[in-house]
């Protein structure tokens, strides 16, 4: 007998019952954390959407690990690569107690997402985790220095890539598709929605010392990163946000031209998910780019109005 075939016959096999507590928890921490995707997997089937929330919970609990609070860096690297390691294990088909990885196997296995994605999901989360971030007392509080973490828009691309663009190219794997062409354009959507989050938030990232916008792109615009660690004059970064968002504009296209090639129970999905960001990004911009007075969000009746048309495009 090969060794192959002795390693399956050897592998741990989840029960139906446990695999629907599994998915029940990573569902409730889908729906508790990330709102955005938690109303567009709500126009998958059911068998994609627990996918999805299996891939999310496994995320944010790499970005738990990342952004927990007091914790120094190099513990910060060591845990995570423990939660790694379990995953690998799991995958493999050690037992596993933990319901994540119980989901996330199950989910990798049907929807034959490559193993290297998912790495790739964990390294991403790890490109945070600078030593800076233990230079001052008090690491993880508010109110530090902003550090640039990017010197060129080329720099953050490949951060922006780890982050957002391997979710994009995971996503499609459940979502289904033939095309190989779909893989450049998740891509590019995945860069979209990470750039519309990076304007969204950029004084919550400088509160925690973090700033994307590239240093290169600062200092076009005359502002530096400094200036964030206070009250910045919002007419100041203006023009800078502006260019960043007349980037994600550009990359949204993509999204639009990866609708039609994957499979039709998940293009209303996408449609949902791609219409939510893009009204975030023109509520950013009907503000002049004031992202320093308070968070710019969507309500819940305007992504609930989205969510409907999604169910429509789903039942037509």
């Known amino acids: 007998m090969s060794t192959a075939v002795q390693q399956a016959s050897t592998q741990s096999v989840a029960t139906e019952s446990q695999l629907a507590v599994a998915y029940s928890v990573c569902r409730g921490i889908t729906r508790s954390a990330a709102t955005n995707f938690y109303y567009a997997f709500l126009v998958l089937p059911k068998r994609k959407r627990q996918a999805l929330n299996a891939v999310y919970a496994f995320m944010r609990r790499c970005d738990d690990i ?3 609070a007091g914790v120094p860096v190099p513990e910060r690297r060591q845990k995570l690569d423990l939660w790694l ?4 294990r799991a995958q493999a088909g050690q037992p596993t107690d933990d319901p994540v990885l119980l989901a996330l196997t199950d989910a990798q296995r049907r929807h034959g997402i490559p193993l290297d ?14 030593d800076d971030l233990d230079e001052s007392p008090g690491s993880g509080a508010t109110g530090r220095t902003p550090h640039v973490h ?6 953050l691309y490949r951060y922006c890539y780890y982050v957002a663009s391997v979710v994009g190219l995971v996503c499609i794997r459940v979502f289904g598709y033939r095309d190989k062409a779909a893989e450049p354009l998740a891509e590019r959507c995945g860069l979209a929605f990470q750039l519309t989050n990076i304007i969204r938030d950029v004084k919550e990232d400088a509160s925690i010392g973090r700033v994307y916008l590239p240093e290169q792109d600062l200092a076009r615009f005359g502002v530096s990163a ?4 206070s009250v910045p004059d919002p007419a100041r970064y203006r023009p ?9 504009r550009e990359y949204y296209r993509a999204g639009d031209a990866l609708i039609p090639l994957i499979e039709e129970d998940s293009q209303p999905a996408l449609w949902v998910l791609l219409t939510i960001y893009r009204r975030l990004l023109n509520k950013i911009e009907s503000r002049q780019y004031d992202v320093f007075s308070g968070k710019v969000t969507l309500s819940t009746r305007e992504k609930l109005v989205i969510l409907g048309k999604g169910f429509l495009k789903r039942l037509s």
Do not use: I, V
Request: hydrophobic share 45%; net charge negative; aromatic share 10%.
């Open 150 to 155: 990017y010197q060129t828009f080329e720099d």
């Open 240 to 248: 800078l946000l502006a260019m960043e968002a007349e980037r994600a």
């Open 66 to 68: 990342a952004d927990e």
């Open 226 to 229: 400094s200036e964030l660690s």
């Open 117 to 130: 994605l998912l790495d790739q999901l964990a390294y991403g989360t790890a490109m945070d985790l600078t």
């Open 85 to 88: 390691n379990a995953f690998h």
